[in-house]
């Protein structure tokens, strides 16, 4: 037979993590990103990063890739974009 309390069973509250040890402790927040032509690397808030570029008002990914016929490496915009950058960083 249940019994019914006004107190919570089993709940253990989370302990309050800080949002900053995701991210390296040069990184910077958003709103001073460069909007130039280089790559840098922007964090999302589960603290995944990526090679991005600012690029038509939103943060593309960018990828190095190589060329099957040189083997020349480049740099490139693979498509993809970052939802929701929240901190960057230059290198």
Do not use: C
Request: charged content about 20%; overall charge positive.
């Amino acid at each position: 037979m249940p019994r019914y309390t006004d107190k919570p069973q089993g709940y253990s509250p989370q302990k309050p993590e800080d949002w900053r040890s995701r991210f390296p402790s040069h990184a910077r927040s958003m709103d001073s990103a460069p909007m130039g032509s280089r790559p840098i690397r922007v964090y999302e808030p589960s603290g995944k990063s990526y090679l991005a570029l600012h690029h038509l008002n939103g943060w593309r990914q960018v990828a190095t890739t190589r060329d099957p016929y040189t083997g020349t490496y480049s740099t490139r915009m693979n498509g993809e974009t970052v939802g929701n950058p929240v901190a960057w960083t230059s290198s």
